[in-house]
């Protein structure tokens, strides 16, 4: 059993950043793929990122490629994503979730954490 708890959303003006955090419970975190999804009002949750376990190797959605970035500190159980350059279509609630190997769909997900909401405003 995996929990995550996200942290790090909030109010930030078009073109500014925020770094999520998401913290893992239990000692197996670098045994599973990370991932970063995002759902706004009325959308399905969509693929923003994700990390692999150990190696680090990263994969985005292009909706978010060279604007965000995801990365990892085993240690301190810890995955986070980077955003900057926000858009207000960027505005969401966007979740991490644990997954066995690096997937880009939800249903691959078996652990998720509850969420934050980013709002960016125009």
């Known amino acids: 059993q995996v929990q995550l708890v996200e942290s790090g959303g909030g109010l930030v003006q078009a073109g500014g950043s925020l770094r999520l955090s998401c913290v893992a419970s239990?000692?197996?975190?670098?045994?599973?793929?990370m991932g970063w999804f995002r759902q706004a009002p009325g959308k399905e949750r969509e693929f923003v990122g994700a990390?692999?376990?150990?190696?680090?190797?990263?994969y985005y959605a292009d909706s978010v490629k060279g604007r965000f970035t995801v990365s990892r500190d085993n240690a301190k159980n810890t995955v986070y994503l980077q955003m900057n350059s926000l858009k207000p279509e960027d505005t969401a609630v966007y979740y991490c979730?644990?997954?066995?190997?690096?997937?880009?769909?939800?249903?691959?997900?078996?652990?998720w954490g509850q969420g934050t909401q980013v709002t960016v405003s125009s």
């Open positions: 979730a644990a997954a066995t190997s690096l997937y880009s769909t939800v249903e691959d997900y078996t652990y």
């Open positions: 239990g000692r197996t975190f670098r045994s599973f793929a």
């Open positions: 990390i692999t376990g150990s190696s680090g190797r990263t």
